[in-house]
């Protein structure tokens, strides 16, 4: 018999959607931010580009400390509920097989996740630095795109919530998967089911792994990216580990 966590097939046992609408709901007010700063230079004034990029780059600076402490409200959030998963397995396991998943060693795994998260979050205002440079150069080498382009360099708080939103929605499956993969190896596992969410939204790629073992040291290429089962940009799968006998 293959026992992993999710025998019943009612859907991904560590409910992440709560998690990642609060960190979502986080990162989108650095992106508020960025749109604050930039709003008052004029578009396309390329003599202000440095400014503003000073500004973007200094904020990146600034956030540090409120970054490592949403993303630990996320992160903690997030090994609750796996670690609360795996407790109600380990009703059915050996005493000494639930001593193992209570002393897996996730510390480390749980302080790497942190930084990068800390420098995702960081990235929102750098990358907006950098598009408005991009951009603002685009104009001067195509003065009849310039209205344009002045229009996306104002468009800059628009982008950085969509790239704090596909951040929210990546990093949270992400960060379940691999303190699953954490706990899961550490009692022996060598690889688990791939699961989908089972909806209309499943890219092909994705829906074509539905059921299949997946090693855990061997991570599948869709897309041209490789990750496991919720690692990939969007992706709402979960790895369901299978576990010794």
Same mark, same amino acid.
């Given at each position: 018999?293959?026992?992993?966590?999710?025998?019943?097939?009612?859907?991904?046992?560590?409910?992440?959607?709560?998690?990642? @609408?609060?960190?979502?709901?986080?990162?989108?007010?650095?992106?508020?931010?960025?749109?604050?700063?930039?709003?008052?230079?004029?578009?396309?004034?390329?003599?202000?580009?440095?400014?503003?990029?000073?500004?973007?780059?200094?904020?990146?600076?600034?956030?540090?400390?409120?970054?490592?402490?949403?993303?630990?409200?996320?992160?903690?959030?997030?090994?609750?509920?796996?670690?609360?998963?795996? @407790?109600?397995?380990?009703?059915?396991?050996?005493?000494?097989?639930?001593?193992?998943?209570?002393?897996?060693?996730?510390?480390?795994?749980?302080?790497?996740?942190?930084?990068?998260?800390?420098?995702?979050?960081?990235?929102?205002?750098?990358?907006?630095?950098?598009?408005?440079?991009?951009?603002?150069?685009?104009?001067?080498?195509?003065?009849?795109?310039?209205?344009?382009?002045?229009?996306?360099?104002?468009?800059?708080?628009?982008?950085?919530?969509?790239?704090?939103?596909?951040?929210?929605?990546?990093?949270?499956?992400?960060?379940?998967?691999?303190?699953?993969?954490?706990?899961?190896?550490?009692?022996?596992?060598?690889?688990?089911?791939?699961?989908?969410?089972?909806?209309?939204?499943?890219? @092909?790629?994705?829906?074509?792994?539905?059921?299949?073992?997946?090693?855990?040291?061997?991570?599948?290429?869709?897309?041209?990216?490789?990750?496991?089962?919720?690692?990939?940009?969007?992706?709402?799968?979960?790895?369901?580990?299978?576990?010794?006998?």
């Amino acid at each position: 018999m293959i026992l992993t966590l999710d025998r019943k097939r009612k859907g991904n046992p560590v409910n992440t959607r709560g998690a990642e @609408k609060r960190y979502g709901s986080a990162l989108k007010k650095v992106a508020a931010q960025v749109g604050t700063i930039i709003q008052p230079f004029t578009p396309g004034d390329l003599s202000q580009v440095p400014t503003i990029e000073r500004l973007l780059n200094a904020y990146a600076d600034m956030l540090q400390q409120w970054a490592t402490m949403t993303a630990s409200n996320m992160l903690m959030d997030v090994a609750l509920r796996d670690e609360q998963n795996w @407790k109600v397995l380990a009703r059915d396991m050996g005493r000494s097989l639930r001593d193992e998943i209570r002393n897996a060693p996730t510390g480390e795994v749980m302080r790497q996740l942190l930084a990068e998260q800390v420098d995702l979050i960081q990235s929102i205002p750098r990358e907006a630095a950098v598009r408005v440079h991009r951009l603002t150069l685009e104009g001067i080498e195509n003065s009849s795109r310039a209205s344009a382009i002045a229009a996306e360099i104002m468009r800059s708080e628009e982008v950085s919530a969509s790239r704090a939103l596909l951040i929210a929605r990546t990093e949270v499956t992400r960060t379940a998967t691999t303190l699953t993969q954490a706990r899961a190896t550490h009692v022996g596992s060598k690889g688990y089911i791939w699961r989908t969410a089972g909806d209309g939204d499943v890219r @092909k790629s994705h829906r074509e792994m539905n059921s299949e073992f997946v090693p855990w040291d061997e991570p599948p290429e869709l897309d041209g990216m490789t990750g496991h089962a919720g690692c990939l940009p969007n992706c709402r799968c979960y790895a369901d580990p299978v576990l010794p006998d």
